[in-house]
């Protein structure tokens, strides 16, 4: 079972900044499944991006993502105050889904 | 417009059954996956089980198998989760989730807690 590690752990930036977080697989990621999520308190999550790079429907453009292998990446430029939430990567594969233990960004 | 609304969660002893229900509109329910996922307060997600479409296929995650069943209802477009023998980990917010593309979840229910305590 692929293992998901994400950092850091907490990001603190400020609104128009640039936020990079990172998600490291144990195993190479051999399918292209990998997703991204985003929690804000209180509510369910979001699907972000799927297929390691693929924005879901209604996902504003300052929201990127890239990676292979076992290194993935998701970048949100021009951080906007909604932005600061609880991101979370996931993988699917063997018929099981794992999830990282997900980096909160906070407002600095 | 999509829409899962789960019920069924509340306060169980250990040792205790549940058994939660997620409604499901806005779309073909028997055409697609579907799951189950929990959070423990303050932490982060955990994937609990999923069933094919059809409902011939389910997989659990390792630690909850014999335990717990999924089941679905494609007339009534709904989906479900016994929970036996509650144990305190299992305090959780359980949400339904629709598969969606690449090994994701594409929409989320609002979730509902279940609290396994004496």
């Known amino acids: 079972e692929i293992v998901l590690t994400q950092s850091p752990g907490t990001l603190s930036l400020s609104p128009g900044e640039r936020a990079t977080l990172s998600c490291r697989a144990s195993?190479?990621?051999?399918?292209?499944?990998l997703v991204w999520y985003q929690q804000k308190p209180g509510q369910a999550p979001r699907l972000l991006i799927y297929?390691?790079?693929s924005r879901a429907t209604g996902i504003p453009d300052r929201f990127s993502a890239s990676g292979s292998g076992t290194d993935f990446t998701l970048t949100i430029n021009r951080l906007e105050p909604e932005d600061f939430a609880v991101y979370y990567c996931?993988?699917?594969?063997?018929?099981?889904?794992?999830f990282g233990q997900g980096t909160r960004l906070e407002i600095k | 417009e999509v829409q899962l609304v789960e019920s069924g969660g509340g306060l169980v002893q250990p040792g205790g059954s549940l058994r939660l229900s997620c409604a499901a509109s806005?779309?073909?329910?028997?055409?697609?996956?579907m799951s189950w996922v929990r959070q423990a307060p303050g932490k982060g997600l955990d994937w609990v089980a999923n069933?094919?479409?059809?409902?011939?296929?389910?997989d659990y995650v390792d630690s909850l198998k014999g335990r717990f069943t999924i089941s679905r209802d494609n007339a009534k477009s709904s989906l479900h989760l016994q929970m036996n023998s509650l144990r305190a980990e299992d305090t959780a917010v359980y949400y339904c989730?629709?598969?969606?593309?690449?090994?994701?979840?594409?929409?989320w229910g609002q979730g509902t807690l279940v609290a396994v305590s004496s």
């Open positions: 069933i094919k479409a059809d409902g011939s296929e389910k």
């Open positions: 297929g390691v790079s």
């Open positions: 806005g779309f073909a329910f028997s055409d697609y996956w």
């Open positions: 989730a629709k598969g969606g593309p690449s090994g994701s979840f594409d929409f």
């Open positions: 195993q190479s990621v051999s399918s292209n499944y």
């Open positions: 996931q993988h699917y594969g063997s018929s099981r889904y794992t």
